[in-house]
Each structure stands twice: as structure tokens, then as C-alpha cells.
């Protein structure tokens, strides 16, 4: 396997002026427990100051209702995400295939709960495999029969609150339309939560995601790994979005509102970022940088591949298809014929709209059998914590909990 054990996190003691840890509270979930466990399952976590709904198919942050699914800080009402997931791309053959927790464009979704084996059974039944759910650490019945355990039978938990689930995107008439091509890739999702210091304000995305082609035989090229996000914060048609590089080093993408919310206590700029704290294992040689030919970090084989895209979009121009997110995700401008190589001309944003944002990191190859680990972290700040410089703050002790160097 590709993956090495150090993905889990590493528990760290920072310093005081770092950050301050408090009492630890338990909550327990939101989530509902009944005699009949729902496959396709979407619960509410808010074990910390992050309140958001979480499915076990790959999205996250969109409600029941498909409304805004995301609060911060919790019980204020004040929604950051209308909805968002994994995108991960991938060439086989001459098609360039893009699979989806979250279609930006129609809210659709491509993959399937539980192993592949299961996808026939889901679609006659979607109660067949209740062992296929969304899991939550303080649930006393998922912790019970919890699924990640260590050589000797020891549950294995890392935060206050933990989430894990497996889904797949081998089942074709999953495909959103007019693509219905695919990748043999299993995924399995934790989520890990703490209730201390400025974590509180974070949510972290483990994500193993691995070539389970059938047939053994499908190396799957060219590939990029990232996120798709249709981040509204309150009223969506006054956002911008933003990017802190800093040399490839920072890799922390934000969607921000610069407008007083209606209803809101907290005073603006209000912020949701996202961090890459570690990206796939390189291949080949990569020239991460807005010029290839002058590129400003080399990555080299085996190394970790930090952000290499981050493009915008909006409400009326977005990637339609496989091949235009395909682009976006390669750091292209897919509106510009023949397209552009421009993976970080979207970092300076100006003109407030409905925006959506895709951050992604490759290239990288996966053959039948390999997996790889890609952690990013989830983020919140506003005017009364300190905007930006609070973001980077949060940012930075992220990077440290880890225990990236």
C-alpha cells in the first residue's frame, strides 16, 4: 500500500502561547439512533464550535432540506457551507473522469456507501447494509461495534469526536449526467473533532482513497485529489474567495464575506479555509507554481504534493462535465479555448458573487491496489476573533497538531 501509518494524527503538548487547552466536555452527537438504520445516512456533528451535517457517501456541510448545512460558531444560526465534497480525477484511456462528493452543479453526488461488493444490494435495497453507515465515536451504539481497532482488538479514537465511514464510486449509473464513465476508487473518510483551544473552531478530513479496480488490471494516471465547495456564507451573492501560498508552504484556501450578515452578533470579515496538511505521494518529478517553466517549489518522487490548484467559479459559469472539472482540478482555465494553465490566477478575488471554490493537489498515480492519505482541515473566523490573521493563527496550529514538519 502507498500509505504509511503516520497519516493518524500525533498528540502534541503545544506551549502556552500556542494554545490553550481547556476542560474537556463531552456532547454527544445529534445523531438519532432507531430500529432501522438508514444506509444513506446524514447526521448532524457539533462536538466542538463547528456545527455541521455529514452524510456517509462524501459530502458534507448541506442540511436534510438541501439548505445551507454548516453553523459557526454553534447555535448562532450563521451558515457557512451550502454544500461540498471530495473530488478526486483521474485518467483511464482517453477519458478524463472526475468523480464527486459534490457536484457544485445541481448538488448531485457519485459515490455509493460501503465496498462496491454492496452497490447491487444498495440499489434494490439501501437498507440492505446497515453495517455501511456513517459511524460517530460518542454514539454509545457505533462505539460499540466501533470498526477501527489496533492489532489487539483496541479501539482506536483520536479526537473528542471521531467519524468514520467507506464509500465507492464504482457504480456507473451513479455518474451524474451526461458523464457516465467512472473510477475504481473505495474511499474511507474520518473526521476528527476536538473541544479545546482554537481547535474548537476546526474540523479535520482524513480521506485513504484507493484503486479497488475489479479486474486488477486498471492503472489509473494523471490524477488529482481535492475538494469541490459551494461555500455560502449567509447571504451567498456577496462572497469572495482568496489563497495564502506563501511558496507552495501555506496551501490554505478561503471563501470570505466582507458584508454585516443580517441577524448576526459577530462583526465582518467572516472566513471558512481549508488547509492541505498533507497531499499525495508524488510520482514524478512536479513543478508546483503559476509558470511550470519557473516553477516555485519542486516536488520530488515520493515526496508530499502540497496545493497545486485553486480555481473559482460562480453560479452561471461553472464546470459543467468531466472534462471541465477535470481542467479545473489540473489548475486550467476551462472557460478559454484551447484552456490555460493558470492554477493560481484565482487567488486575488474583487468582484462579490455567488462564488464556488476547488482546491486539488496532484498529479499522482494509483495503481490497482494502491492507496493514498490526503488530510486537509476545516476553518472558521470573523471579525471578532481577528479575521485573516485569526485564520493563519488557526492555520498554523493545525499544521503543528499534526506534527507536520
Keep these: ?69 454548516c453553523w459557526w460558531p454553534k447555535g448562532s444560526a450563521n451558515a457557512y457551507i451550502f454544500g461540498a465534497g471530495l473530488w478526486v480525477a483521474g485518467v483511464q484511456g482517453t477519458d478524463s473522469i472526475v468523480v464527486n462528493g459534490y457536484n457544485t452543479e445541481g448538488w448531485g453526488d457519485e459515490f455509493m456507501p460501503g465496498p462496491w461488493e454492496h452497490n447491487q444490494d444498495h440499489l434494490i435495497d439501501p437498507q440492505s447494509h446497515p453495517e455501511d453507515r456513517l459511524y460517530v465515536s460518542t454514539v454509545p451504539e457505533d462505539f460499540a461495534i466501533w470498526p477501527l481497532v489496533d492489532s489487539i482488538g483496541n479501539k482506536i479514537v483520536i479526537g473528542d469526536q471521531d467519524t468514520w465511514c467507506l464509500f465507492n464510486s464504482h457504480e456507473k449509473t ?3 449526467l451526461p458523464d457516465t464513465v467512472t473510477l475504481p476508487l473505495t474511499v474511507t473518510r474520518s473526521t476528527f473533532a476536538w473541544n479545546r483551544g482554537l481547535l474548537e473552531n476546526m474540523l479535520f478530513f482524513e480521506y485513504i482513497i484507493e484503486n479497488t479496480d475489479t479486474a486488477s488490471t486498471d492503472t489509473i494516471f494523471d490524477m488529482y485529489v481535492g475538494f469541490g465547495n459551494d461555500l455560502d456564507i449567509g447571504n451567498a451573492t456577496d462572497d469572495l474567495v482568496g489563497l495564502e501560498r506563501l511558496g507552495g508552504q501555506w496551501s490554505l484556501g478561503y471563501t470570505l464575506s466582507l458584508t454585516q450578515e443580517a441577524g448576526w452578533d459577530a462583526l465582518p470579515p ?55 472539472r477535470y481542467l479545473v482540478m489540473a489548475g486550467y482555465d476551462f472557460t478559454v479555448t484551447p484552456p490555460v494553465y493558470n492554477p493560481f490566477g484565482d487567488s486575488i478575488d474583487t468582484d462579490p ?14 495503481a490497482p491496489g494502491e492507496a493514498d492519505t490526503v488530510v486537509i482541515v476545516m476553518m472558521f473566523s470573523n471579525g471578532n476573533t481577528g479575521g485573516l490573521l485569526y485564520l493563519k493563527q488557526e492555520a498554523d496550529v493545525a499544521k503543528r497538531f499534526y506534527g507536520l514538519k
Design 353 to 366: 458573487s455567488d462564488k464556488r471554490m476547488a482546491m486539488s493537489s496532484g498529479p499522482f498515480i494509483l
Design 174 to 176: 451513479r455518474q451524474v
Design 270 to 324: 467572516y472566513y471558512i479555509g481549508y488547509r492541505f496538511l498533507q497531499g499525495p505521494v508524488a510520482d514524478d518529478t512536479i513543478k508546483v507554481g503559476q509558470d511550470p517553466m519557473n516553477p516555485d517549489t519542486i516536488i520530488q518522487p515520493g515526496e508530499r504534493i502540497p496545493l497545486t490548484a485553486f480555481k473559482k467559479f460562480t453560479i452561471s459559469v461553472e464546470p459543467g462535465n468531466d472534462h471541465e
Design 1 to 69: 500500500m502507498k500509505y504509511e501509518n503516520d497519516f493518524k494524527f500525533l498528540i502534541i503538548v503545544f506551549t502556552a502561547c500556542l494554545i490553550i487547552f481547556v476542560s474537556l466536555t463531552k456532547v454527544l452527537s445529534y445523531k438519532k439512533m432507531s430500529s432501522v438504520v438508514e444506509t444513506h445516512e446524514l447526521e448532524k456533528i457539533e462536538i466542538n464550535q463547528v456545527e455541521i451535517y455529514i452524510n456517509n457517501y462524501g459530502q458534507y456541510g448541506q442540511s436534510p432540506a438541501h439548505t445551507s448545512g
